[in-house]
């Protein structure tokens, strides 16, 4: 550890907060020592040195409202200054080499390209899909002529059910 005390008078600024955080709880330590010490003797309880030097505490002051104002506008005129230096700088840094662009023949070339390409590609699937009259699997169509066989031997059946006298299934 160290080889030097802790004294008052250290410059606290230069500890780490894990510094300091030990420091406070070293003095902790040593004021409790010091009270059961006193205790013991039946003298008088020593008075850290940091609390005896404080004074009562000072009241809250208290700013005007033209205090405020005149604080707030040398802000603001502050940042004006600041943003009017940092915004053109800022702007060219933004935008970077200017983008080339395609000239409408160019353009035009790409579109031809594109549609021949998409015309093949139909094609292809055109020549690959079957024929119409190749049965596709899905919804199935029936002639009007079988609907109307499916029918009239629906109608015979139940004729034939009523003249048997059930009604009932």
């Given at each position: 550890?160290?080889?030097?005390?802790?004294?008052?008078?250290?410059?606290?600024?230069?500890l780490?907060?894990?510094?300091?955080?030990?420091?406070?709880?070293?003095?902790?330590?040593?004021?409790?020592?010091?009270?059961?010490?006193?205790?013991?003797?039946?003298?008088?309880?020593?008075?850290?040195?940091?609390?005896?030097?404080?004074?009562?505490?000072?009241?809250?002051?208290?700013?005007?409202?033209?205090?405020?104002?005149?604080?707030?506008a040398?802000q603001?005129k502050?940042?004006?200054?600041?943003?009017?230096?940092?915004?053109?700088?800022?702007?060219a840094?933004?935008?970077?080499?200017?983008?080339?662009?395609?000239?409408?023949?160019?353009?035009?070339?790409i579109?031809?390209?594109?549609?021949?390409?998409?015309?093949?590609?139909?094609?292809?699937?055109?020549?690959?899909?079957?024929?119409?009259?190749?049965?596709?699997?899905?919804?199935?169509?029936?002639?009007?002529a079988?609907?109307?066989?499916?029918?009239?031997?629906?109608?015979a059946?139940w004729?034939?059910?009523?003249?048997a006298?059930?009604?009932?299934?």
């Amino acid at each position: 550890m160290h080889d030097f005390p802790y004294t008052p008078t250290m410059n606290i600024e230069n500890l780490t907060p894990t510094q300091l955080r030990k420091a406070a709880d070293l003095q902790e330590k040593i004021e409790e020592l010091q009270h059961e010490l006193a205790e013991l003797d039946g003298g008088e309880i020593p008075i850290p040195f940091f609390k005896a030097k404080q004074g009562p505490k000072p009241g809250k002051r208290k700013m005007s409202a033209s205090a405020k104002a005149k604080i707030a506008a040398a802000q603001k005129k502050r940042w004006a200054t600041f943003h009017a230096k940092t915004k053109p700088a800022a702007k060219a840094e933004k935008k970077g080499p200017k983008k080339r662009g395609m000239s409408a023949e160019g353009k035009a070339k790409i579109a031809t390209a594109q549609k021949l390409r998409w015309s093949k590609v139909k094609a292809a699937k055109k020549a690959e899909a079957p024929a119409k009259s190749e049965a596709k699997p899905g919804k199935r169509k029936m002639s009007a002529a079988g609907r109307a066989a499916i029918a009239a031997g629906a109608r015979a059946r139940w004729a034939k059910i009523k003249a048997a006298g059930k009604t009932s299934l």
